[in-house]
């Protein structure tokens, strides 16, 4: 039977580069896999997704993120019923592909690691962070969706690794390769 995967989660703040990481560890040899990805799948593809706001919403939301984000991101009751519908399908695809990989490191992006309590799932976890003037330049207007999410200093104080993503992609990638040799070895 072949060895699971060491499993890594990357988490941080909206802009703060969790994407580019997770690039990163791709392109040192890990197995990646982005959770927004899978939710944009569900909502592009899933029939059952696709029926359950098509139900709530009406017809003109099914498939359209726009939409959806203007309905969840300005009402928190719906929000909550879009991820209680979302998130155990983005988490049994992300277990389906961990069980699949074939690779000494299995990276997933997981933007809710900490508020869904899916930390238990990962060996490890890697916070990046940026300030929030360097967030705020990446993706403007942050605060109206940051104020739902466990603060970045907590994120670091409960990670095994954190990086602040301020610098260039040269550094992410330094530091990236450096947490690949503290987890597996030079």
Not at 11 to 36: N, P, Q, V
Not at 69 to 79: Q, Y
Not at 153 to 175: H, I, M, P, R, T
């Amino acid at each position: 039977m072949a060895r699971r995967p060491l499993a890594v989660a990357i988490t941080g703040g909206i802009a703060a580069g969790k994407s580019e990481a997770l690039a990163a560890f791709a392109r040192h040899g890990a197995a990646t896999l982005s959770a927004d990805a899978l939710v944009h799948d569900l909502l592009a593809e899933d029939v059952d997704v696709r029926a359950a706001i098509r139900e709530r919403w009406g017809e003109d939301a099914v498939g359209d993120r726009a939409r959806i984000g203007e309905i969840v991101f300005h009402d928190r009751s719906e929000l909550d019923w879009l991820e209680q519908l979302l998130h155990p399908k983005t988490r049994a695809a992300a277990d389906a592909w961990m069980a699949s990989v074939d690779a000494p490191v299995a990276v997933v992006e997981v933007p809710l690691l900490y508020e869904t309590g899916g930390e238990k799932r990962f060996d490890a976890v890697v916070v990046v962070t940026a300030p929030p003037d360097v967030r705020g330049t990446r993706r403007p207007g942050l605060a109206e969706r940051e104020s739902r999410l466990i603060a970045d200093d907590e994120k670091v104080q409960l990670a095994d690794y954190a990086y602040v993503n301020d610098g260039s992609l040269e550094e992410l990638d330094a530091f990236v390769e450096s947490t690949l040799e503290a987890l597996c070895g030079p």
